[in-house]
């Protein structure tokens, strides 16, 4: 099975702009979590959807907003960039998500620059 | 909300060395347990979990962990590290309602 696949792998965009990240699960997975990675604060857990439904949603503001697609591809978008948002965005799926012994599979990610 | 600690930031052994890394959690209810590696340009890997049972599990690469209950933890151990071991270390929980908490990670670098 192929894996868990992000696009873009490295995006650059100034203040103020938006940006919408891709990531398509691994066949057959329809929970979809998204992560903001930076140093020092390490995993921070953004949202996760689940059929096409967000089931649960971090401590970010609303500038940050995702979508679940039919065939479990998820999108997250930022609006109204801002330096602070400059981290390596995770994607990880898991087959069935809540109420079971579930593994989540991560993507490579997508380092995204604010200039 | 759930917390999840790594007291060693950074952490740097010889080859052959012993490793024991600290997570603790905060939640008091049935968590599943996991600690991710990530090594150098590569992306997040599981390394072990815990779901339930022998609260000593053994994960790939000579790694395993063992769970208390009492003390909330779940430390990571390997007797004899290795270079390739040179990483970062991720304890994770996830909580009955699925959402899972990262810690901070911990660097850890083998000198040959």
């Known amino acids: 099975k192929a894996g868990v696949t992000q696009t873009p792998r490295y995006l650059i965009k100034t203040r103020g702009q938006q940006v919408t990240l891709s990531c398509s699960p691994i066949?057959?997975?329809?929970?979809v979590s998204w992560y903001q990675q930076t140093p020092g604060q390490g995993l921070q857990f953004l949202f996760e959807y689940f059929s096409e439904t967000q089931r649960n949603k971090g401590n970010f503001p609303g500038r940050f907003s995702g979508r679940q697609f039919s065939n479990s591809r998820s999108e997250m978008n930022v609006s109204t960039l801002e330096l602070g948002d400059s981290a390596l965005y995770l994607c990880a799926s898991s087959s069935r998500g809540q109420g079971a012994q579930e593994t989540q599979y991560f993507g490579p990610g997508t380092r995204l620059l604010v200039l | 909300a759930q917390s999840v600690s790594q007291h060693n930031h950074h952490v740097i052994l010889s080859e052959a060395a012993s490793l024991e890394l600290g997570c603790n959690y905060s939640?008091?209810?049935?968590?599943?347990l996991f600690w991710y590696v990530q090594y150098p340009g590569q992306h997040l890997q599981l390394l072990l979990k815990?779901?339930?049972?022998?609260?000593l599990v053994k994960g790939i690469k000579g790694f395993e962990a063992e769970f208390i209950k009492s003390k909330f933890s779940f430390n990571l151990r390997k007797p004899s590290v290795q270079w390739s071991d040179t990483a970062e270390y991720f304890c994770?929980?996830?909580?009955?309602?699925?959402?899972?908490?990262f810690g901070t990670g911990t660097s850890l670098t083998v000198i040959p």
């Open positions: 939640y008091g209810g049935t968590v599943n």
């Open positions: 815990y779901f339930s049972g022998d609260p």
């Open positions: 066949s057959g997975h329809r929970s």
């Open positions: 994770a929980v996830r909580d009955t309602g699925n959402q899972f908490y």
